[in-house]
């Protein structure tokens, strides 16, 4: 019934409009609620995207040059798993500052990851040898690594006490990256 009423109240407030310049007021009004209604539920624009970081060359890593790559010093986060550095900028909310596994930024995550520990013995500040992990844990190691080959970018190798750097040739390619990196000489 009251729907009927405001449904005839309606029709009748139409019919009164007469002339062109109440139908266009009418038409003004109506489009200028629509966008104060719109402008209440819309939705702020998405911040502005930072610009992707260039892909990174392969070289290798010293702990102490790794310490570089933690998120604040450089933008850009590292971190090595069995001897391999991978870049895991684009999974900064977890690797970089702040994040639940930022402890491993910068470090040789190898320890944490085959212990399933992010406490402050989950990394150490020299290159980790592992010799003392038992099968489970090593073999739970190499699980990370595959994943982490997988998911992000090997961008080179963390040296042990005594290794030095290599050169590696854009032309050739990581045969044990699986994702046609590149090969050291």
Partial sequence: MVLASFASEIVTFIK??????????LIIVA???RKIVQSKFRKPPPPPREKPLEPMKKRDFTPQELLEYDGVKQKRVLLAVNFKVFDVTRGKDFYGPGGPYSVFAGHDASRGLATFSVGPDAVKAECDDLSDLNNMQMDSLRE????????????????????????YDESETEEEDGKGEKKAQ
């Fill in 16 to 25: 009164s409009l007469s002339s062109p310049v109440q139908i266009l007021g």
């Fill in 144 to 167: 990370w690594e595959a994943q982490f080959m997988e998911k992000y970018d090997m961008v080179g190798r963390l040296l042990r006490s005594g290794e030095k750097h290599q050169t």
């Fill in 31 to 33: 489009f200028l609620i």
